[in-house]
């Protein structure tokens, strides 16, 4: 079956401008995850959907970013009036949610803010 | 909170010999489970191994195998027989399993570059 795909791979913004980025989790994952790894960095965690509850948000460095997951499935990560620190690959992964909760992971975008 | 310790920011191995890539972690949850992930210079983050907290025997995976030290709170992966296709970059990583949260906490990393 397939992955976890997300879009778009690449994405080069001008400071300030707002950015949409996009997962699809594989089929029948109850659970979202979206990280973002800065470069040679490891992955950090921005934010969790498990199902219909309440995301875990505690992860979002700002009130710029925000995350909504849409029909418990795709997800898009949003982030307003980008900074160069923003800069990063953001990486989805999805989970079935059931132990031992391996999560998959998508090929990440690459976000440059210049 | 959670910890992952990873002190081998770069690892040389000879091709067809072992190799130990070394994680510790700290957590005050009493069930947890650890992960190592590889991610290729294609970028991709991909799942290797997993062992829970309460699990007694160590995990193995083909040539992976997990030397977990509970008491010395070390999770650390073991690859056999290596091949220049494992070189790539190793995350330790670990996941709460009390409570709701199960988002993994990473380590930061260990280059691993196979030699012909």
């Known amino acids: 079956g397939a992955g976890v795909s997300q879009s778009p791979s690449n994405k080069v913004t001008e400071k300030g401008k707002d950015v949409e980025l996009r997962c699809d989790p594989i089929?029948?994952?109850?659970?979202l995850y979206w990280y973002r790894q800065s470069l040679g960095q490891g992955l950090e965690f921005l934010i969790y959907f498990q199902g219909n509850s309440a995301p875990d948000k505690s992860g979002l460095p700002s009130d710029r970013f925000s995350a909504e997951r849409t029909g418990g499935s795709v997800s898009t990560l949003t982030i307003q009036r980008t900074q160069q620190e923003d800069s990063a690959v953001y990486l989805c992964?999805?989970?079935?949610?059931?132990?031992?909760?391996?999560?998959?992971f998508g090929p990440g975008t690459r976000l440059t803010v210049t | 909170a959670q910890k992952i310790t990873q002190t081998q920011p770069g690892m040389f191995v000879q091709e067809k010999e072992a190799v130990t890539l070394d994680c510790t972690y700290d957590?005050?949850?009493?069930?947890?489970?650890l992960f190592w992930y590889k991610q290729p210079s294609s970028g991709e983050m991909i799942f290797l191994i997993y062992?829970?907290?309460?699990?007694?025997q160590n995990a193995t995976e083909g040539r992976y195998s997990l030397n977990f030290q509970k008491a010395r709170k070390s999770a650390n992966l073991v690859i056999s027989a290596s091949q220049l296709g494992d070189s790539a970059m190793y995350f330790c990583a670990m996941i709460p399993l009390g409570g709701s949260a199960r988002q993994l906490t990473f380590g930061s990393g260990t280059q691993l570059t196979v030699l012909p």
């Open positions: 957590t005050s949850d009493q069930s947890y489970g």
């Open positions: 089929s029948g994952h109850t659970a």
């Open positions: 992964a999805s989970s079935s949610g059931v132990l031992p909760y391996e999560q998959y």
């Open positions: 062992q829970g907290s309460y699990d007694e």
